[in-house]
């Protein structure tokens, strides 16, 4: 694997490189990454990783100084998954001077994930976009644990004519069915423990909609109330179309529930499609 630290770097590296397939994050890797970058491969002829802290998406009381940094050990695990570049700048390196040029999603941005974290997705879009610019690649892989995000992404995709196709990994789950997150490894004992219970809530919900369940306020109440008699403190439960993450107002839609609620100090979120 090759690492680069420098744009113009990257952009000669990966001149005449073939079909250039992308897989951003923000390092401290998991298995949910790796699979993203095991996919990558059969999209292009040259897998890209980049690992990067964006300071841009982080609120004032986030845990941006907090946010675990395992540099050498996500190299290992890049170069263990067959990724052919590495994209590691500093903010000097992708910031070099302030940042005062913004990509700003339209409402999706103030909805969902959006409303409790207040200029998240201003920062996703316009690092990614920056990323794009920097790497140029043919095709990026986004986990679907973040389905808003892939969502934002997806739409300034096409909103802006990036020739780039947008592909949604799936989520990669614990045996208990715990979405995999960097921000796990924050949970207590107890609190690990308790965590599937989102995502058992998740799929109930899922399997009364099969079922003909058309109430979709009274399941996300439902679900909202067992969390907070278990101890979490619930962001939302919502029941939203999939293609643009409004509430359901088209007969047969295709779905997704999804969920933010905070065990102890720790925020997860997750999804499933209906």
Not at 137 to 154: H, N, S, T
């Amino acid at each position: 694997m090759h690492l680069h630290s420098t744009i113009p770097a990257l952009r000669t590296a990966l001149k005449n490189a073939g079909r250039v397939v992308f897989v951003p994050t923000m390092g401290n890797l998991h298995a949910g990454h790796i699979s993203l970058m095991e996919q990558a491969r059969a999209h292009g002829d040259i897998v890209v990783a980049s690992v990067f802290v964006n300071r841009l998406q982080f609120g004032p009381h986030e845990d941006f100084d907090q946010y675990p940094r395992t540099f050498q050990a996500d190299c290992d695990k890049l170069t263990a998954a067959g990724v052919n570049v590495l994209f590691a700048p500093t903010e000097a390196d992708l910031y070099p001077e302030p940042q005062e040029y913004f990509i700003e999603p339209p409402a999706i941005q103030n909805m969902l994930d959006g409303e409790f974290r207040p200029g998240h997705f201003r920062g996703v879009a316009t690092v990614v976009a920056k990323l794009f610019n920097c790497v140029q690649p043919q095709a990026a892989l986004f986990g679907k644990k973040d389905y808003q995000q892939l969502m934002v992404i997806r739409n300034m995709a096409r909103q802006l004519a990036l020739p780039i196709d947008i592909i949604g990994g799936e989520t990669v789950r614990a045996d208990d069915g715990l979405a995999l997150s960097s921000r796990n490894g924050y949970l207590s004992a107890a609190e690990r423990a308790e965590a599937p219970r989102l995502y058992r809530l998740l799929t109930g919900i899922r399997e009364a909609i099969r079922s003909g369940a058309s109430d979709y306020a009274a399941l996300e109440a439902t679900a909202c109330a067992e969390l907070a008699a278990n101890g979490w403190q619930t962001d939302y439960v919502a029941v939203r179309q999939q293609s643009d993450l409004t509430t359901p107002k088209v007969m047969n839609a295709p779905l997704v529930a999804l969920a933010a609620s905070r065990l102890g100090n720790t925020r997860l979120i997750d999804n499933i499609e209906i």
